[in-house]
């Protein structure tokens, strides 16, 4: 997983600053290390700590909104899909294969949205999607494709009765709230966190266990305090980085949603 693989990386790197402060250390000439300087290196050092957690506190709590305003949009979309499904129902035989595409719709979009996860059962429904979901899209032709046929077989249905007038309006329009919501789900899925303000925010971070090296004792509770420092901050990298693409990794929005709309258009 890219994000394991991203926030390891900066855990080495962050281990790396302060090695290289460790190893600096010794060749400081003694004016280096007078009193004064050492206070202004720990001034420096807490502007950068506060800032570096300023920032980590807002990436997290930005992201972990943005994760639970994208379950809510999914809980949404399900909504939308057993609706259509119930006005279809409603209009009668003749929206039955509008019913069924709908239904392998669905089905299919849960298999390739959660490919680790069990399949719906049945074969009435395409298995291999493409493209495959990435950590920034989870757009499919395939799966657009199904929504333009069943747009195509909604626009076609001829009422015959003042029942299906009514309910012909209402039924493209949750055709189109569910396409506008699909297409929401589509754009929240891209990641929000810049390369830039990364790579920013990690030379801060170096920067700091670079110092911490410098002014470490020479001693294994030192050196121990300081992986776990880096551990810890890693960490938190992985946990941001992973709650910004919430259909994929290890924190993934819930794919229940979906299913139980599935199984309310299978009754």
Known sequence: ???????????????????????????????HR????????????????????????????????????????????????????????????????????????????????????????????????????????????????????????LRQLEPSDPMQRRLEPVILNQYERLSRMRWRLIEEAHSSISMPFYIVLSLWLVIVFASFGLSAPRNILSYITIFLGALSIALVIYVILDLDTPFTGVMMVSSQPMRDALAELSR
């Open 34 to 153: 007078s009193a004064e300087t050492t206070d202004l290196i720990r001034l420096v050092v807490t502007m950068l700590v506060t800032f570096a957690a300023l920032v980590l506190g807002l990436l997290t709590t930005s992201v972990k909104a943005s994760f639970d305003g994208i379950d809510d949009d999914l809980r949404s979309f399900a909504i939308n899909i057993i609706q259509l499904d119930t006005s279809l129902r409603q209009y009668g035989d003749a929206a039955d294969p509008a019913r069924a595409l709908l239904r392998s719709y669905t089905a299919a979009a849960i298999a390739s949205t959660w490919p680790g996860e069990p399949k719906p059962a049945g074969t009435y429904y395409p298995t291999r999607i493409s493209p495959p979901p990435t950590a920034n899209s989870i757009e499919s032709v395939s799966l657009g494709g199904m929504l333009v046929r069943l747009e195509t077989d």
């Open 1 to 31: 997983m890219n994000e394991i693989a991203d926030a390891g990386l900066l855990m080495v790197v962050l281990l790396g600053g302060s090695a290289c402060g460790v190893v600096a250390r010794p060749f400081l000439s003694e004016h």
